[in-house]
Nanobody, 124 residues
């Protein structure tokens, strides 16, 4: 069974930091391109950041560039998202996702494997 399990979410004040983790099982982790998406009620799920299977190719949404850092540890089957200088507009449910093909980090529909999400709440 393929599983992605996120953790590390929580409530912080603006300017604070959080580190999200996504533990994977049941798949050849190093063969998957991975991403973090976020969603607020009533809005579409949006891409936050993606990383290639090799851990080198990365993408960041303009809204998080310079504040968030994506990384992966293929030996430990874990994806990370280090979030700093958090803003209230970063408040959302954050999901990790995986895909076997390589493509733009943009559409949630391109990712076939999803975690259950972890809530991030940033207060002003």
């Amino acid at each position: 069974q393929v599983l992605l399990v996120e953790s590390g979410g929580g409530a912080v004040e603006a300017g604070g930091s959080l580190r999200l983790s996504c533990a994977a099982s049941g798949l050849r982790f190093d063969q998957y391109n991975l991403g973090w998406f976020r969603q607020v009620p009533g809005k579409e799920r949006e891409a936050v950041s993606c990383v290639g299977w090799e851990g080198i190719t990365t993408y960041y949404a303009d809204s998080v560039k310079g504040r968030f850092t994506i990384s992966r540890n293929n030996a430990e089957n874990t994806l990370y998202l280090q979030m700093t200088s958090l803003k209230p507009e970063d408040t959302a449910m954050y999901y990790c996702a995986a895909r076997t093909d390589f493509g733009p980090c943009r559409r949630a529909v391109d990712f076939g494997v999803w975690g259950q999400g972890t809530q991030v709440t940033v207060s002003s």
